[in-house]
């Protein structure tokens, strides 16, 4: 079953704007990721953080992680009309190889 | 490979019929994973396997669903007397542990009739 829940289910954002994007999970984890997907294909890996982590940067991405909420957020500043895509974040559990998905979140950029 | 292979890239089958999809992880990979997307959902894992082992087949949804990796590389995942209900993309995706990162190749879409 899923365990990510993530919010808002759709996004529509203009150029220039930043994007922010929130996801819950359920139970202890080792660490959280983010995944971009075009088109309803391939994931795109895009940031990793650890439990013992809070907040991590790389490139245009900031991801936070609350470990007492069970929550992490993904902020995508000045966004562009190639970030348009479905973004997913996945759970790693403590014990566990599989990666479990929310539900996703779909951006559009307009130019 | 530079990525992950997933062959064929779409599949139409009609009910009841069997199917064989393949995926060719990155080389060097020893984790290999299936996952299964329905529309409009995110990815929900289907098994794992570290060299030639499944190490966890939990996420299979019935007996209908097997799979293999009998040299550590390639692998086939297998469906029997397929249902409608079975159609959806199906994911694979190889990871080079210690690292978590999974890198995914771009599907195949199953398409039952």
């Known amino acids: 079953s899923q365990q990510g829940e993530e919010d808002p289910q759709a996004l529509s954002i203009q150029e220039g704007e930043n994007a922010t994007m929130n996801c819950s999970y359920k139970?202890?984890?080792?660490?959280l990721q983010w995944y971009r997907q075009n088109s309803g294909r391939g994931l795109v890996h895009l940031i990793l953080?650890?439990?013992?982590?809070r907040e991590k940067h790389s490139g245009r991405l900031r991801v936070t992680l609350d470990t007492s909420k069970k929550s992490s957020s993904l902020l995508i500043t000045a966004s562009r009309a190639a970030d348009t895509a479905s973004y997913f974040c996945?759970?790693?559990?403590?014990?566990?190889?599989?990666?479990?998905f929310g539900t996703g979140t779909r951006l559009q950029v307009f130019p | 490979g530079a990525g992950v292979s997933q062959t064929p890239s779409n599949k139409v089958t009609e009910k009841g019929k069997y199917v064989e999809l393949r995926c060719d992880p990155i080389s060097g990979h020893t984790a290999l994973y299936w996952y299964r997307q329905s529309l409009g959902q995110g990815p929900e894992f289907l098994i794992y396997f570290q060299g030639t082992g499944a190490a966890d087949d939990s996420g299979l949804p019935n007996d209908r669903f097997f799979a293999v990796r009998p040299e550590g590389s390639v692998s086939t995942l297998k469906i029997q007397r397929t249902e409608r209900g079975d159609s959806a993309v199906y994911l694979c995706a190889s990871s080079s542990p210690p690292s978590d990162i999974q890198y995914f190749g771009a599907g195949t879409r199953l398409s039952v009739l």
């Open positions: 953080i650890r439990s013992n982590e």
């Open positions: 996945a759970t790693l559990s403590i014990n566990t190889d599989k990666l479990i």
């Open positions: 139970t202890s984890i080792n660490n």
